[in-house]
């Protein structure tokens, strides 16, 4: 028994291996440096021990998207716990989630905007998923009133991965990121309290 709880852990830690080093590649030379030729040489076990772990790159790509879902759930708490009302939770999470997609630039790649085989806002979809947006929908409950409170999280979700998406491809104006976060807030929560001016 003890040998088999070994091999086990021995097993997940060759997995989080795996996952680690192609997360850091990513975010160093971008996924399309990421080949399983390539993370063989780099923890220095044999392709064929790769795919024991992994039926290939989408779906190592795939983990890594799910550790950044729960590293993204817990930034919204965290953000959310510190607020002391709703409009400023709404606020806080917010700045606290293009932060997070502005430094971890290929982990967020892995959880929007690649192919993946990962299924959202499914029963199935894995729990990583569902806290994150869990974390996110409440927040946006605090401001809902009569409205769906799950339309309105994806809406406002919508909306920040827009920020992100348009900002990382240059298409919007530089250094106006305070004031658009700023009126994406009071859109939602009806308010006047602003962003603070961190301008991007």
Same mark, same amino acid.
């Given at each position: 028994m003890a040998f088999e709880n070994?091999?086990?852990?021995?097993? $997940?830690?060759?997995r989080q291996l795996i996952v680690a080093t192609a997360r850091t590649?990513?975010?160093?030379?971008?996924?399309? @440096?990421? %080949?399983?030729?390539?993370?063989?040489?780099?923890i220095e076990y044999s392709q064929p021990v790769l795919y024991k772990h992994f039926g290939g790159m989408e779906q190592i790509a795939d983990a890594v998207a799910i550790d950044g879902f729960a590293e993204l759930?817990?930034?919204? /708490?965290?953000?959310?716990?510190?607020?002391?009302?709703?409009?400023?939770?709404?606020? /806080?999470i917010a700045?606290?989630?293009? !932060?997070?997609?502005?430094? !971890?630039? @290929? *982990?967020?790649?892995?959880? #929007? %905007?690649?192919?993946? $085989?990962?299924?959202f806002a499914a029963q199935d979809a894995p729990p990583q998923?569902?806290?994150? #947006?869990?974390?996110?929908? =409440?927040?946006?409950?605090? *401001?809902? /009133?009569? =409205?769906d409170a799950e339309a309105l999280t994806e809406v406002f979700w919508a909306a920040l991965h827009g920020l992100v998406t348009l900002t990382r491809t240059g298409r919007l104006r530089p250094g106006y990121d305070s004031e658009r976060l700023r009126l994406l807030v009071n859109q939602f929560a009806g308010g006047s309290e602003g962003v603070a001016q961190d301008r991007h």
């Open positions: 070994r091999r086990e852990r021995e097993r $997940a830690a060759r590649l990513a975010e160093a030379e971008g996924w399309d @440096a990421v %080949t399983t030729r390539r993370l063989s040489t780099e759930a817990e930034v919204i /708490r965290a953000a959310r716990c510190d607020a002391a009302a709703a409009s400023d939770a709404l606020s /806080r700045q606290a989630y293009l !932060n997070y997609a502005r430094t !971890n630039a @290929a *982990v967020y790649d892995a959880m #929007f %905007t690649r192919a993946s $085989a990962l299924r998923l569902r806290a994150a #947006f869990a974390e996110l929908r =409440q927040a946006v409950e605090g *401001v809902a /009133r009569e =409205q």
